[in-house]
């Protein structure tokens, strides 16, 4: 087979069973072969893209299989997509995604980038994957074109005049712009509890413009990296972990899948997820994350000084306040924190999430984040704590830097066990989670 064409395929695998699956990648890879082998077919698909499935001959993948989906937040929307489509060509041509090998009405069939180097979920096996690796990788990500991206944004921005109000005023670098966040592509920002439906997530996005709270935060400056290198406009990931990083046995080279969050923004979007999902305090030491951060640095050919690094980490920890997955993100079950005071859907139905006894509130909690932010870069001693043990951690330690209010939601967030991937336990005399490798 010709690695450079694409097959083009009459077939639909929308509902398709796993030996149906199997049967079609099987002929693409042994058609010549008789009697025909049969690849084995396992679905590992994600809540809010396309089906997945990953294809093996004994244990060895062979390709992957993403077949889309209408009915979940990430595939119901054409600017979802074609941005989704751009982002793969781009990926793919600046050799850091794959190759498609066939292409149907309703999936394609892309080449195996190699096998996994998750120790688990939350850990790299750093044998196969070291941290200096894995951050080449990301830098590799970051020097893909962008131009691609620019006239996708204009026609996101022009589905919602509100937002485009909204938003157009503001610099490219501002956090605003990470759409599983703000949702501003589609209407449909990302949500937790099992990425609930469609619908949902158009009322939660909603809400939040209604409240006033979207313009808000999107406009707190606070939250804005302040390094050249937090800056950079560069292709984001969106969900750079451990389980979409792959090893080529032929190779050793790393490579990225899983494109579906995939745009163009700043650079420390690239982090805010890794700092909750991998690389934060809960599970890194200060020395690691400033060897990967160098190394990050260094890969892309930007400044090492002392002053760069400790700024560059500063910008990764202030951005797990907005990040996708962050202190204020929309993927809580017990309540979405900007929608405090605001009944909405998604909030559990014993947990009081409107009304005038909730304080405080989701407008009112930006301005005592953002007063957070700007005591913690006025202070030296808590620049390094926070560089340390990590500004959420900083935070809920120093009770709220005196804020009784900004207290008391920490420790509601506690409770409510929705502090966990910045290492804070559900009780006070809980075991921090924080994995050995932190803690030595």
């Not at 002929?27 to 396309?50: H, I, R, T, Y």
């Not at 990931?237 to 990225?256: A, C, G």
Request: glycine residues 6%; hydrophobic residues 40%.
């Amino acid at each position: 087979m010709n690695d450079q064409s694409i097959i083009k395929s009459q077939l639909r695998l929308k509902e398709a069973t796993l030996s149906e699956i199997a049967e079609v990648t099987s002929k693409l890879f042994f058609q010549n072969e008789e009697p025909q082998k049969l690849l084995s077919v396992k679905d590992v698909s994600g809540n809010s893209g396309a089906k997945t499935y990953i294809c093996n001959e004994e244990e060895v993948p062979k390709c992957i299989v993403k077949v889309k989906s209408g009915d979940s937040i990430m595939n119901s929307h054409p600017h979802t997509t074609a941005r989704v489509a751009a982002a793969t060509k781009v990926l793919r041509g600046h050799g850091v995604a794959p190759p498609i090998l066939m292409e149907g009405h309703d999936f394609h069939i892309e080449r195996s980038a190699g096998t996994s180097v998750m120790k688990d979920f939350f850990h790299f096996d750093q044998n196969l994957a070291p941290p200096e690796n894995v951050a080449k990788l990301l830098a590799k990500v970051h020097s893909s074109p962008i131009s691609w991206y620019e006239p996708l944004k204009r026609k996101f921005l022009e589905r919602d005049l509100t937002l485009k109000g909204i938003l157009e005023p503001l610099p490219p670098y501002a956090p605003c712009w990470c759409l599983p966040w703000s949702g501003f592509d589609t209407g449909m920002p990302i949500l937790g509890v099992g990425n609930p439906n469609i619908e949902t997530a158009k009322i939660i996005l909603e809400l939040l413009v209604e409240s006033g709270v979207y313009k808000k935060v999107m406009e707190c400056s606070a939250f804005h990296p302040e390094s050249e290198a937090a800056r950079r406009q560069v292709v984001v990931h969106n969900d750079f972990k451990p389980d979409n990083i792959l090893i080529d046995p032929d190779t050793s080279l790393l490579n990225v899948i899983d494109y579906d969050l995939v745009q163009v923004g700043p650079a420390v979007m690239d982090f805010g997820l890794p700092y909750t999902m991998w690389l934060g305090s809960r599970f890194t030491n200060f020395k690691y994350r400033e060897a990967f951060i160098k190394s990050y640095l260094n890969a892309s050919n930007l400044p090492l000084g002392e002053k760069e690094v400790t700024q560059f980490m500063l910008d990764c920890e202030v951005n797990t306040i907005v990040a996708f997955p962050g202190l204020l993100a929309n993927l809580y079950d017990a309540e979405v924190p900007l929608l405090r005071g605001i009944k909405h859907p998604t909030a559990k139905p014993d947990f009081l999430s409107g009304g005038s006894e909730v304080s405080p509130t989701g407008i009112e909690l930006v301005d005592l984040l953002a007063d957070a932010v700007f005591t913690i870069k006025s202070d030296k001693v808590l620049i390094n704590n926070c560089l340390k043990d990590g500004l959420v951690m900083t935070m809920f330690k120093l009770e709220g830097f005196g804020s009784k209010a900004l207290n008391s939601w920490l420790k509601e967030m506690q409770r409510n066990k929705m502090l966990r991937l910045f290492g804070i336990a559900e009780t006070d005399d809980g075991e921090l989670y924080v994995s050995e490798h932190a803690r030595n």
